[in-house]
């Protein structure tokens, strides 16, 4: 089994899905309470929550399924933070930071599954 905590991938998905909860929900309208803002919250703790359940399985197939299933959240949270600023519920310098943060987890991801999937390939040959 693997430690996600060993993670650089987890800990940049977990910082991002603080930062959302604490600087870019925590400041949305009332009326957000139940909808947008639980729809970013949800969609960026799945991710670093996808990272820890892979982490639990017992093969390389299962892993980067999980890593996938992170991947496709981290999109999910990528467009609802889109969303957030067009409707104006976040100002432009932290939309910016949480770019970059998102950009960052995605690359991650991306490099992580690539790597998986080669050595898989090249050890089943």
């Not at 949480?98 to 998986?116: D, H, Q």
């Amino acid at each position: 089994m693997r430690n996600y905590k060993n993670y650089d991938v987890w800990q940049k998905a977990h910082e991002l899905c603080l930062f959302i909860y604490r600087e870019i929900t925590s400041v949305f309208p009332p009326e957000e309470k139940y909808g947008l803002a639980s729809q970013l919250r949800r969609a960026s703790s799945s991710t670093p929550l996808n990272i820890v359940e892979g982490c639990g399985r017992n093969s390389d197939k299962d892993f980067v399924r999980f890593l996938d299933m992170a991947l496709g959240f981290t999109h999910e949270t990528e467009y609802c933070l889109l969303l957030t600023f067009e409707l104006g519920f976040v100002q432009k310098e932290k939309y910016e930071i949480v770019s970059e943060m998102i950009n960052k987890v995605k690359a991650m991801l991306i490099g992580l599954i690539r790597a998986i999937r080669i050595t898989t390939t090249t050890f089943s040959k």
